[in-house]
């Protein structure tokens, strides 16, 4: 298996631009988490799915950002309109339902 | 609910020296354990878990942890550092009512000196 796949891996974008973010999760697997990790406040869980469908977007900061699962091999998350405090590594991770979570390698987001 | 606190930010030791790094938990419930292991540039990868089976568990590259439930503790050991341990370690806490979400503690980052 090719593990969890992240696109695209690096991502600079400007102010007030849309930004997209992808992940494939690992076949079989039914729970897909997506996470940010900065210095200042480490590895935040933002939202996660189960079967496809939200259950906890609490950690999600505004509504600038959302996230779709339209099926089990396929997530998003948009950030619109991108802003500097964006700036973060965000990574896609899934689980198959023992609660171990596999990790994918991560985007890293600049916003200038 | 649950809770991991790791209790060092940063740990320092000489390649060949045993390696600590300290965890200790909050749960209502039976608790899932685990270590992640996070170098440079790189996603998060699983060291070991605990899930109520042995409370020693033996996970990659040499690590291990032990379960200790009157402590409330899940420390991760290495009998001897070598220089690609190197990295920031996360104890992480996962419920049965968390619905599959993990707790991360703040993460310890492993310095290893030759």
């Known amino acids: 298996d090719a593990g969890v796949i992240q696109s695209p891996r690096h991502e600079v974008t400007e102010m007030g631009q849309e930004v997209t973010l992808r992940c494939k999760p690992i076949s079989g697997h039914n729970s897909l988490f997506w996470y940010r990790q900065t210095m200042m406040r480490g590895l935040e869980l933002l939202i996660y799915?189960?079967?496809?469908?939200?259950?906890?977007d609490s950690g999600m900061p505004e509504d600038r950002f959302s996230a779709k699962m339209p099926n089990a091999s396929f997530s998003t998350l948009k950030i619109q309109p991108s802003e500097p405090r964006d700036s973060a590594v965000y990574f896609c991770a899934s689980s198959g339902g023992d609660n171990e979570q596999f990790f994918g390698p991560g985007t890293r987001l600049t916003v200038l | 609910a649950q809770s991991v606190t790791q209790l060092d930010s940063h740990v320092s030791v000489s390649e060949g020296t045993p390696v600590l790094l300290r965890c200790n938990y909050s749960s209502s419930y039976s608790p899932s354990l685990f270590w992640y292991v996070q170098h440079p540039n790189k996603g998060l990868q699983l060291l070991l878990k605990?899930?109520?089976?042995?409370?020693l568990v033996k996970g990659i590259n040499g690590f291990e942890a032990e379960f200790k439930k009157s402590e409330t503790s899940f420390h991760l050991t290495k009998p001897s550092a070598h220089m690609s341990d190197a990295a920031e370690y996360f104890c992480?806490?996962?419920?049965?009512?968390?619905?599959?979400?993990?707790?991360f503690g703040q993460g310890t980052e492993l310095s290893v000196k030759p």
């Open positions: 605990y899930t109520s089976a042995a409370t």
């Open positions: 799915f189960n079967n496809n469908v939200p259950i906890d």
């Open positions: 992480v806490v996962s419920g049965n009512n968390q619905g599959g979400k993990l707790i």
